[in-house]
């Protein structure tokens, strides 16, 4: 069975730095993965999805990357903002079926 | 309206009632999804919907009854749940269910159960 494991579960820092959320999945063979956004008392918000076959995804201040092999993914948030604190979820697509297996999620905190 | 609505939002019932949650999606996709997502538990998919028709139930207990009328509405129907049932709700929509759709989530329905 797919486990993913997102590191660290919590995360504070100061307006302006730059930061990595960390995703490991244990079976490689996947279709591909989603980082999520959820605000609280919100759903989902869909940040970047990465083909297997790519290696990273970028969307402004956002860039995600994809080492399938080694059963990893980095979400790389820069100059952060306090308008960036959420709960970051990755999520990764089996290759066979749809059903997307999710992370915990990390807590981020940016502070002014 | 656009995107994928949930109703209601928040939901407090005792374990005797019966009562439903609803989700439309407007994006005109033909898959759609119920998920539960309960404190410290990753988000758990509970049943798949393609094109009206069921294609996946995880093992989720039969107090929990989906029901799928078209492809933009579904529903999912609460008898005798337990406290441990209480959890958000999320609704998630994608065109189809053959990769690499993306799924797009509704704000999900807070249920409580007493």
């Known amino acids: 069975k797919q486990e993913v494991t997102q590191i660290p579960a919590a995360l504070s820092v100061p307006e302006g730095e730059n930061l990595v959320l960390n995703c490991s999945f244990t079976?490689?063979?996947?279709?591909?993965l989603q980082w999520f956004r959820q605000d609280p008392g919100k759903g989902l918000t869909s940040l970047l999805l990465?083909?297997?076959?790519?290696r990273e995804q970028t969307s402004g201040r956002l860039n995600a990357s994809l080492d399938k092999s080694s059963g990893r993914s980095t979400l790389y948030i820069a100059a952060s903002q306090p308008g960036d604190s959420a709960t970051y979820l990755c999520?990764?697509?089996?290759?066979?079926?749809?059903?997307?297996?999710f992370g915990k999620g990390t807590s981020l905190l940016v502070t002014p | 309206e656009t995107g994928v609505t949930q109703t209601p939002r928040h939901l407090v019932m005792g374990m005797t009632n019966k009562k439903s949650l609803k989700c439309e999606q407007h994006?005109?996709?033909?898959?759609m999804y119920w998920y539960k997502q309960s404190a410290k538990k990753p988000l758990e998919l509970m049943f798949v919907?393609?094109?009206?028709?069921?294609?996946e139930n995880n093992s989720v207990p039969s107090r929990f009854s989906p029901e799928c009328p078209n492809s933009s509405h579904l529903f999912l129907h609460l008898h005798t749940l337990q406290p441990e049932d209480s959890a958000l709700y999320l609704c998630?929509?994608?065109?189809?269910?053959?990769?690499?759709?993306?799924?797009?989530f509704g704000p999900g329905t807070r249920l409580t159960v007493t």
């Open positions: 990465i083909q297997s076959s790519q």
């Open positions: 994006l005109g996709h033909n898959a």
């Open positions: 998630a929509s994608s065109q189809g269910t053959r990769l690499p759709y993306e799924q797009y």
């Open positions: 999520a990764v697509s089996p290759d066979s079926g749809y059903a997307l297996n």
């Open positions: 919907y393609n094109f009206k028709e069921q294609t």
């Open positions: 079976d490689s063979a996947i279709y591909n």
